[in-house]
């Protein structure tokens, strides 16, 4: 263990105070824990099939894959929160099996998710030490030393937080470092940070970052898992990629450029698509306009046609269900404005969008799309209310025909309409959500993550039917992060990434890879004569992000194709 | 008072600390809010009618206050940790009866034993809100609902017509609230010394900030591995002990018990916990902004009836009150919350 970057550590510190140089840990470049060949499973789905993860003790190990690969499946086996079917751990040359949360931490792993989760009413010192306060006579908290120990980690990390003040009111960058001065607390040896930088501004990364240094100087292992690619340069020294539940490979990230890493995280063989000829798209029906809403997604402009599939794409995150939801009428916005066949909509009025003729399929069917514990004809019918009122009374009757004639067209599978809709499978409750804006004859249909959680049959029909909404001459705009889904449905494909239109690509043009190099930010390989003229590398063109998108966004025709 | 509190805007402090003092302030604030008003009040009505604060209508209102600040010691652990007990009230009744019948069909039965069998019905009630809520995972606003039906009805099946009067009771029991020192009863230094205890353990001990932290964030509390069941359980069994306890004192004041006993109490004391600036939802407030705001309820009953007030105004008044001090917490914990927000990425920037 590297005494030289301990920095106090080892020198009359108080003994519980987050000390890297414990006995039994493992010296920099030895294996701090070693995830082989996990399984997990899900009912019939396969989360993880082949999940192998091999972190060394002083180094930042990244871990790379599309959503869906299993990176979270494999972060929960190591937070302790899943027990995977199959598969060894070793925890500093011991193997281990990890009961739950409380025994990940007992082994020293600590995970810090994307969103922290801390108590808002309580000190950042105790938020940190909730639970192992430390002591003084008579069993009390000696407030005293919880912040001083508090302090000291703070000062070690350098970041200047007050131990004192409550937790409330604290940016999600802070609360990561609460989180992170939390697992030191803990002697932590293992710190698996799940997409840490997705919420943080540049100059907060730039201090996660440096904290992310501190760590691994202090002989930590750290597994980093992140979308932006030139975030990866710039911090891990290996890199493990995955893909479709099984580890793919790993390597010193000085070894792989940008390509390989992505063509490693999408490697299968591009499908065919194949659908039938589309109508030519006829007039816009949706216009959206400069939309902006502070913070959260920035002067978004498209236009959809009737006929037309257009499909949203980009990262978790990037802002695209913000749009969608603002364009609905759920949330507000700051700037900006939507036209339906020309006609301005009403700011955040679901009820305006609905009258306009929108229907909108969110992403959570579960807790926005349905209401779980109604019949499924309630459901169905429960976007036409109003046309089914007959002197203020909802007739079953003409409930159930509404129903049972939508079920026939999209082919659901029930037992009785009658029964709670939360009987039925994925794939049908998400019909059954369809079904619910299909009957009122939408001119504009937004889906979000149409077929997430649905087997594959299904997935296929709702394509199908996608489809022929389209060429019925509805306008679709569709949110997803399945790439194959998104290459077969939509005939334009727009990519936004932190907030912003990142670029537009027409079927023909669309590759897995060029989306996924929108949507991270990271510039496509040019050949010399293309790219732009200053010889940089291409991670740096694309970490200023104002250029990178305004040449995207503002261009009329999409980015050049490679030859 | 609202103004009193919101004025307090972000004034310029030391950057390092300064988000730490502002949410310091404002909870300090919040509790010496509550003595202001208490001393409006007693200042407006000792002015309108001298006898408000005579040392017998001193010592009323803080006999008063006493049974209701016991209450609120023991509502307080439970709503800390998003929870209720609206049982407290049913629980007192049964122990009051119970435990003054005691002196008829066992004369002599020492005093203290008589505590320890309230203190006993209390915490048996107890056990069973706390086993259901924790182990049946059943929302503590029904289970502790459906037990103030229940305990009642046991109540009135026990005392059918019947009802223990205070020529029954030893003078030594029914002379508990009268005895003073320097005029103010025993009794009231007693639950003080309880109150100030019970509200040290919430803040000084772990077992104490689980409780907050579990009404904070539930999900967080589990994540944290809080033994978040068996903290719930505490919390209830205490509660119950406490209003057990409360019920016999209960007895001693009034002398005359039937099967009414401290019907409606439970949203008394819930309002004098809110009013003493428990958040309902739990994760803040402390047991002595709660023993404050019952304080508050006590003395305004007794202002209105030195006054010749209807005590219909009473819990129009105390229905006010509760509002009030829920919107305002609501205020204070929204804009608390964009204050310090505002400060810490002005800090970053």
Redesign the interface.
């Known amino acids: 263990m590297s005494a030289s970057s301990g920095a106090g550590g080892d020198a009359g510190a108080p003994a519980d105070v987050g000390q890297l140089a414990d006995a039994g840990a493992p010296a920099v470049g030895e294996v701090a824990l070693a995830l082989q060949h996990a399984a997990k499973s899900f009912g019939a789905v396969q989360a993880l099939i082949d999940g192998s993860v091999e972190l060394r003790a002083g180094e930042v190990h990244a871990l790379l894959g599309e959503n869906g690969a299993g990176k979270s499946t494999l972060v929960k086996i190591l937070a302790g929160v899943y027990q995977p079917d199959s598969g060894t751990l070793v925890v500093a040359g011991r193997e281990v099996t990890l009961h739950g949360?409380?025994a990940a931490?007992a082994a020293g792993i600590a995970v810090i998710y994307q969103e922290p989760?801390?108590?808002?009413?309580?000190?950042v010192a105790?938020n940190m030490f909730?639970?192992r306060?430390p002591?003084r006579s008579g069993?009390?908290?000696d407030?005293g030393a919880m912040r001083a120990e508090a302090a000291e980690i703070f000062k070690r990390l350098g970041v200047?937080l007050?131990p004192?003040?409550?937790a409330?009111?604290?940016?999600i960058?802070?609360q990561q470092v609460v989180e992170i001065g939390k697992a030191l607390s803990l002697n932590a040896r293992v710190i698996v940070m799940d997409e840490p930088t997705a919420a943080l501004s540049a100059?907060?990364v730039a201090r996660l970052f440096d904290v992310v240094r501190t760590l691994r100087g202090q002989g930590a292992a750290v597994l980093f898992i992140s979308h932006r690619l030139e975030e990866i340069f710039t911090i891990c020294q290996r890199v493990t990629v995955m893909r479709d539940g099984k580890h793919v490979l790993t390597d010193d990230v000085s070894n792989l450029t940008a390509d390989d890493m992505v063509r490693a995280m999408v490697g299968r063989e591009l499908e065919k698509r194949s659908r039938g000829e589309q109508a030519e798209p006829g007039q816009t029906v949706l216009e959206i306009s400069r939309l902006t809403r502070e913070g959260v997604f920035i002067d978004i402009s498209l236009a959809v046609r009737a006929g037309e599939v257009v499909a949203l794409a980009g990262l978790v995150g990037s802002g695209r269900s913000e749009v969608a939801r603002a364009v609905f009428g759920i949330d507000k916005y700051d700037a900006g404005g939507v036209n339906v066949r020309g006609k301005p909509l009403r700011k955040a009025s679901p009820t305006g969008a609905m009258a306009a003729g929108i229907g909108f399929v969110p992403e959570d069917r579960r807790q926005q799309g349905l209401v779980m514990d109604m019949s499924v004809q309630q459901n169905v019918a429960l976007a036409s209310l109003g046309r089914l009122r007959q002197a203020g009374f909802i007739r079953a009757s003409s409930e159930r025909a509404l129903a049972s004639d939508w079920a026939a067209r999209l082919a659901i599978k029930y037992s009785r309409l009658t029964d709670p809709v939360s009987m039925l499978s994925g794939g049908n409750q998400q019909k059954v959500v369809l079904a619910k804006w299909l009957s009122r004859k939408p001119t504009v249909l937004i889906v979000d993550e149409p077929t997430r959680g649905i087997d594959i049959a299904t997935k296929a029909e709702v394509h199908h039917l996608l489809l022929q909404l389209a060429r019925d001459g509805v306008g679709i705009l569709m949110i997803s992060s399945e790439l194959p889904e998104v290459l077969l449905v939509s005939d334009r494909i727009l990519v936004m990434r932190e907030g912003r239109l990142a670029a537009e690509f027409t079927r023909s043009e669309a590759t897995e890879e060029r989306i996924i190099a929108a949507a991270t930010g990271q510039a496509e390989k040019q050949p010399a004569d293309q790219a732009p003229a200053d010889g940089a590398p291409a991670d740096q063109t694309a970490a200023d992000p104002t250029t990178a998108d305004q040449t995207a966004a503002d261009s009329t025709t999409p980015p050049r194709r490679v030859p | 008072m609202t103004a009193e509190v919101l004025r307090r805007e972000p004034p310029q402090a030391p950057i390092?600390?300064s988000?730490?003092g502002l949410?310091e302030r404002v909870f300090r604030i919040r509790e010496s809010g509550i003595v202001v008003v208490l001393v409006l009040f007693v200042a407006v009505t000792a002015g309108l009618q001298h006898r408000f604060l005579s040392a017998s209508n001193i010592q009323f209102v803080l006999v008063n206050t006493v049974i209701f600040a016991l209450l609120a010691l023991g509502e307080t652990m439970v709503v800390v940790s998003r929870n209720v007990d609206l049982s407290v009230g049913s629980v007192l009744g049964m122990s009051a009866y119970l435990s003054a019948n005691l002196f008829g069909r066992h004369p002599g039965i020492p005093i203290p034993v008589v505590f320890l069998v309230g203190l006993g019905i209390g915490l048996g009630w107890g056990i069973v809100n706390g086993l259901v809520v924790a182990a049946g995972r059943v929302p503590s606003l029904v289970v502790t609902l459906a037990s103030l039906y229940i305990i009642r009805g046991i109540d009135i099946l026990i005392v059918g017509g019947g009802m223990v009067t205070a020529n029954t009771l030893p003078g030594s029991f029914v002379d508990i609230p009268k005895e003073t020192v320097l005029g103010i009863p025993y009794v009231a230094i007693a639950v003080a010394v309880v109150v100030a205890i019970g509200a040290y353990y919430l803040r000084?001990?772990?077992s104490g900030?689980?409780l907050?932290?579990i009404?904070?964030?539930p999900?967080?509390?589990r994540?944290?591995?809080?033994p978040i069941g068996r903290r719930v359980f505490m919390s209830f069994a205490v509660s119950g002990a406490i209003a057990g306890v409360a019920g016999v004192l209960w007895a001693a004041q009034y002398g005359t018990v039937d099967s009414t006993a401290g019907t409606g109490y439970e949203l008394t004391v819930v309002t004098a916990v809110v009013v003493g600036g428990v958040?309902i939802f739990g994760?803040?407030g402390s047991a002595v902004g709660a023993a404050l705001g019952a304080l508050l309820l006590a003395t305004i009953n007794s202002a209105l009836y030195v006054l010749g007030i209807s005590s219909f105004w009473d819990q129009a008044i105390a229905g006010f009150l509760l509002i009030f001090a829920i919107t305002l917490d609501r205020i204070i914990s929204v804009r608390?919350?964009?204050?310090?927000?505002l400060?810490?990425?002005r800090?970053?920037a």
Do not use: C
Request: proline residues 4%; positive net charge; charged residues 30%.
């Open positions: 949360p409380a931490r989760t801390l108590f808002p009413d309580l000190t105790e909730i639970g306060q002591l069993r009390r908290i407030q200047p007050d004192g003040r409550i409330r009111g604290l940016s960058a802070d100059s907060e | 390092d600390t988000e730490r949410a000084s001990f772990r900030r689980d907050y932290a009404g904070s964030n999900d967080a509390a994540l944290a591995g809080i958040a994760g803040s608390l919350t964009e204050a310090l927000r400060r810490s990425a800090r970053a």
